[in-house]
């Protein structure tokens, strides 16, 4: 099979690292972003020779045309743009019938992962959740999914942001209790690396059990006195959100 | 060296793990807990013949009596208990002079680490953090700690206390997190090992860059058309944290 021609719109931290991925068994054959220094950065790194910053120059030979953009422009692109080839944004929330104007041949590539500037990124770790307007607008993703993730998946619109909002609780929401963890330890001159080995069990256990089940610590005990403690040793943000989680962990447990 | 002779006070999810994992090397002479069935429960899985409910029958010749029992508790027992041995509790959270009745040589033996009633502990994983009330009893509280673990720490009542507060956030609202993001899924009929690739890496990265550096997601993008859309899935409590937890998220960065 020849090699697919992929265009890339886009040059955040999801078109970047997909690109990137995407480059080993694909042909990127452009990169489009609206800011052209960003389109060129991303081309060059990309071996790419073609980068734009304009629609209406989009090559129109391409076999996908993906669009890693902020969700707030996939519609707006998609209507701008020439029904040719497969068009797939990579959004977790935004509807496939977003991409009417391809209604024909469109689809749904969601790389269901944190991507960050500063991190590479193991597509062996990264899963795919993939839709399509129809069989064959499916297949053509699912080849492309397939080169750089051994992780694809269907799910339509409404399975994906389904998917997009426990990741945000797992993912966005996790990282951002590491964060106050990290502000109080530095604040001690501590490093969170100290707490590597309870973080790394946290994780295993709901591996085997429900992490209703695996839930401890002192609003788990409904112990008053060491949440008033910690309270007090809290300001700001930190302490409000140990105040409203620790209340609302009692109230699920109350019960038990 | 002999073995240390160790009186167990308590009988909930830290006495068992402790107790079983010091067995190993050193004698478990007694198990107390107010419970009678739960000591000689405890007891019994340790091959230990001595459990009893009563301070008065507490042995006078115990190297070491371990108090892992509730926060509350400790201060109470250890006013309780006549003046033999080193006296030592469990708490990330209460201070080494509560223990004044046994001030001339008390300690804590904390360890941080989550333990759940169902789930195997390593202790390889499971730091050791001690404080002793002179170098004696702090060797004395070493020499046991390392039989267990290979991670052995001191820290003063003050830094216990800071290490446990940022458990709180790293640990149990992780976890917690975690359990909105299991309702969520389950209630569409998918599984929370669907995002174990992004547990793993939104962990990992955390290994090389900050947190606060490492944030993702549509609060650290102030994509309110994303948060308003995921606001309207939600309800309850799960509703409630990710509007508060985007607010705080957003102001954090949004200098940045």
């Known amino acids: 099979m020849s090699r697919q ?20 068994t694909a042909d990127i054959v452009q990169v489009y972003s609206r800011d052209i220094t ?6 060059d790194a990309l071996h790419c020779p073609n980068a734009t910053d304009s629609l209406a120059n989009l090559v129109t030979d391409a076999d996908i045309y993906l669009m890693a953009v902020s969700d707030d422009a996939i519609e707006q692109i998609a ?12 959004s977790g929330s935004i509807a496939l019938d977003v991409l009417k104007k391809h209604k024909s041949r469109c689809g749904v590539f969601y790389p269901l992962q944190t991507f960050s500037r500063t991190t590479e990124v193991d597509f062996n770790r990264v899963p795919i959740f993939l839709e399509g307007s129809d069989p064959a607008t499916a297949e053509a993703l699912h080849t492309l999914a397939r080169q750089i993730s051994p992780i694809v998946n269907s799910a339509d619109s409404r399975r994906r942001r389904v998917l997009h909002v426990a990741a945000v609780f797992a993912c966005n929401f996790t990282n951002f209790m590491l964060t106050q963890a990290d502000d109080i330890l530095r604040a001690e001159g501590l490093d969170l690396s100290i707490l590597t080995p309870l973080l790394e069990v946290t994780l295993d256990k709901v591996r085997h059990i429900a992490p209703a089940e695996a839930q401890t610590g002192p609003a788990r005990r409904a112990d008053y006195g060491v949440i008033e403690a910690h309270k007090h040793m809290l300001s700001g943000d930190a302490a409000d ?7 609302k962990i009692i109230k699920r447990y109350e019960q038990n």
């Open 79 to 90: 209507a701008a743009t020439p029904d040719t080839g497969i068009w797939a944004h990579t």
């Open 5 to 24: 021609r992929i265009a890339i719109l886009g040059s955040g931290n999801v078109a970047t690292h997909l690109s990137r991925a995407l480059s080993q």
């Open 241 to 247: 959100i140990y105040d409203s989680l620790s209340k």
């Open 38 to 43: 960003h389109a060129r950065m991303l081309a």
